[in-house]
């Protein structure tokens, strides 16, 4: 069932075309890498902040002003990762690093879910302020989860 899946994707008319073309992979790969750059850059810097570890005198609400710049570039690091991912579906699903980079991301989200879920919730009772315990360990699940996701997707093609 699954294997079905990744085999239609991998014979897919656009697999096939980034398959034949040379000219794909590495625009694809380069256009991944300026959008996870975004992502995590900005990220961290929200989980800094989340931390009480930067831009103190901001106050958390002006820091995530960022939010909506993550969402366009993760958006873009989906479809560039989705891209290169389907003409080798099989491959890459059976990779570790990628197996476990995927997990990570899964689980930065679920971070961020329980964040707005909890603690952000009473954001106007921090805003300006040090944040709370379970703000800063947030931030510290995802500046880690991020950190991991760059080395493991790194990692991919050194691994099996
Ligand atoms: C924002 C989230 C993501 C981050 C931080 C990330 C990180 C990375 C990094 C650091 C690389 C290595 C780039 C290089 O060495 O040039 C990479 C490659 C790659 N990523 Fe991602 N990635 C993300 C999302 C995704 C998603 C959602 C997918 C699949 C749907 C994906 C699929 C791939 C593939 C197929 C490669 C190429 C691996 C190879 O070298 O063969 N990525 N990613």
Do not use: C
Request: charged residues 15%.
């Amino acid at each position: 069932m699954l294997q079905d899946l990744l085999t239609s994707l991998e014979d897919l008319p656009i697999s096939q075309e980034i398959t034949d073309n040379p000219i794909w992979f590495p625009l694809l790969e380069a256009t991944h890498v300026l959008s996870l750059g975004l992502v995590v850059g900005a990220v961290l810097f929200l989980d800094l902040r989340l931390m009480g570890l930067f831009a103190r005198s901001e106050s958390v609400t002006r820091a995530a002003r960022v939010i909506p710049l993550i969402w366009i570039a993760f958006a873009l690091a989906l479809i560039s990762g989705a891209l290169m991912f389907a003409p080798a579906a099989t491959r890459y699903l059976a990779n570790t690093a990628f197996q476990v980079k995927l997990g990570l991301i899964l689980l930065a989200g679920l971070n961020m879910l329980l964040l707005h879920q909890g603690a952000w919730r009473r954001l106007a009772d921090w805003d300006e302020g040090a944040p709370p315990i379970l703000a800063r360990i947030s931030g510290a699940i995802s500046l880690l989860a991020w950190i991991a996701v760059v080395i493991l997707g790194r990692l991919v093609p050194f691994t099996q």
